[in-house]
């Protein structure tokens, strides 16, 4: 997106801006130093597509308002415009939890206050989470864009991979509800100024209880060892059954966006491979298909 995409407004006025990689969301961010419209010494833009309705820009900002106002530690708001579709939000800097452990940071701690988080989070109840909720539906849905588009069984899944499919998605719409994140991984968790900050929550929805942890834990952007995965993720019940529907679930979401988010499908297979293999999960069917795509792809086609 070029610059003379940005709104015309003077609160957007700024000595510079830069707009930020693009992630798997619709919306465009970019940083702005020393915006008229912040009292600091800069912001951070969210810029929603063009044609979105003022009412999905009011829900994000209300959702962010409602997690702040609980304690989850989420970007204040600066500005709110519904009509041109963009807020203008604290900028939380560019060490994500997953940067840190990638250079070497001890982030033990982080990972700790991580979890500790999500006991505010998950008694919470928001008038402005998506529907449906992550309940067996949704949660089918997002299996069968797997076997398409993980797999690239276009045609869908044969019928015995499919009746493993409709019994995890079963299996975690039976556990308990809590609020969920639903994206809590450590590129979504930033580092600023002494403390953990968390990011793109605005799709925050009731789901099974386990699944924020297993996203943290088996978050396949991070090298971690599996004794520390699993010591992350916990011990709830369904534990390791949501582990695997929601590593599917990403595995279909790479896919879908192709390009370099295929580098991802390989240790997210061989995650959910492992989660089947531990507690003996009863998907044979499943665990071959992960296999298929547990290996990694050559360099130059992962780059693609």
Same mark, same amino acid.
């Given at each position: 997106?070029?610059?003379?995409? /940005? &709104?015309?407004?003077?609160?957007?006025?700024?000595?510079?801006?830069?707009?930020?990689?693009?992630?798997?969301?619709?919306?465009? +961010?970019?940083?702005?130093?020393?915006?008229?419209?912040?009292?600091?010494?800069?912001?951070?833009?969210?810029?929603?597509?063009?044609?979105?309705?003022?009412?999905?820009?009011?829900?994000?900002?209300?959702?962010?308002?409602?997690?702040?106002?609980?304690?989850? %530690?989420?970007?204040?708001?600066?500005?709110?415009?519904?009509? #041109?579709?963009?807020?203008?939000?604290?900028?939380?800097?560019?060490?994500?939890?997953?940067?840190?452990?990638?250079?070497?940071?001890?982030?033990?701690?982080?990972?700790?206050?991580?979890?500790?988080?999500?006991?505010?989070?998950? &008694?919470?109840?928001?008038?402005?989470?998506?529907?449906? &909720?992550?309940?067996? !539906?949704?949660?089918?849905?997002?299996?069968?864009?797997?076997?398409?588009? *993980?797999?690239?069984?276009?045609?869908? %899944?044969? @019928?015995?991979?499919?009746?493993? /499919?409709?019994?995890?998605?079963?299996?975690?719409?039976?556990?308990?509800?809590?609020?969920?994140?639903?994206?809590?991984?450590?590129?979504?968790?930033?580092?600023?100024?002494? !403390? /953990?900050?968390?990011?793109?929550? #605005?799709?925050?929805? @009731? *789901? &099974?209880?386990?699944?924020?942890?297993?996203?943290?834990? +088996?978050?396949?952007?991070?090298?971690? %060892?599996?004794?520390?995965?699993?010591?992350?993720?916990?011990?709830?019940?369904?534990?390791?059954?949501?582990?695997?529907?929601?590593?599917? $679930?990403?595995?279909?979401? +790479?896919?879908? $966006?192709?390009?370099?988010? !295929?580098?991802?499908?390989?240790?997210?297979?061989?995650?959910?491979?492992?989660?089947? $293999?531990?507690?003996?999960?009863?998907?044979?069917?499943?665990?071959?298909?992960?296999?298929?795509?547990?290996?990694?792809?050559?360099?130059?086609?992962?780059?693609?």
């Amino acid at each position: 997106m070029a610059s003379h995409d /940005l &709104p015309s407004h003077p609160d957007l006025a700024a000595r510079s801006l830069a707009w930020l990689p693009a992630e798997a969301s619709a919306r465009r +961010y970019a940083r702005l130093v020393a915006p008229r419209g912040a009292p600091a010494p800069s912001a951070v833009l969210m810029l929603f597509a063009s044609g979105t309705r003022p009412a999905e820009v009011r829900r994000v900002a209300r959702a962010t308002e409602r997690l702040g106002a609980a304690g989850i %530690p989420v970007p204040q708001l600066f500005r709110v415009n519904l009509e #041109q579709g963009w807020i203008l939000q604290e900028d939380l800097g560019d060490v994500s939890l997953a940067g840190a452990r990638g250079r070497g940071d001890n982030v033990a701690p982080a990972y700790s206050e991580a979890v500790a988080l999500l006991d505010r989070l998950r &008694p919470l109840t928001l008038d402005t989470s998506p529907r449906p &909720p992550l309940d067996r !539906r949704r949660m089918r849905e997002e299996l069968h864009q797997f076997a398409t588009r *993980g797999l690239g069984l276009h045609e869908g %899944p044969g @019928p015995a991979l499919a009746a493993e /499919l409709d019994a995890l998605a079963e299996a975690c719409a039976a556990l308990p509800v809590v609020l969920c994140h639903r994206d809590y991984h450590a590129r979504n968790l930033m580092l600023h100024e002494g !403390r /953990l900050r968390v990011l793109d929550h #605005q799709d925050a929805l @009731p *789901g &099974p209880l386990p699944y924020d942890r297993v996203s943290l834990a +088996y978050d396949p952007y991070v090298a971690l %060892p599996d004794a520390i995965r699993d010591r992350i993720a916990g011990d709830a019940e369904g534990t390791s059954t949501v582990a695997v529907q929601r590593l599917a $679930k990403a595995i279909g979401t +790479y896919g879908d $966006k192709g390009g370099p988010w !295929r580098r991802w499908i390989a240790p997210a297979a061989r995650s959910a491979r492992r989660m089947i $293999k531990r507690d003996t999960l009863p998907f044979p069917m499943l665990d071959l298909a992960f296999a298929s795509l547990a290996v990694e792809p050559p360099a130059a086609a992962a780059g693609a």
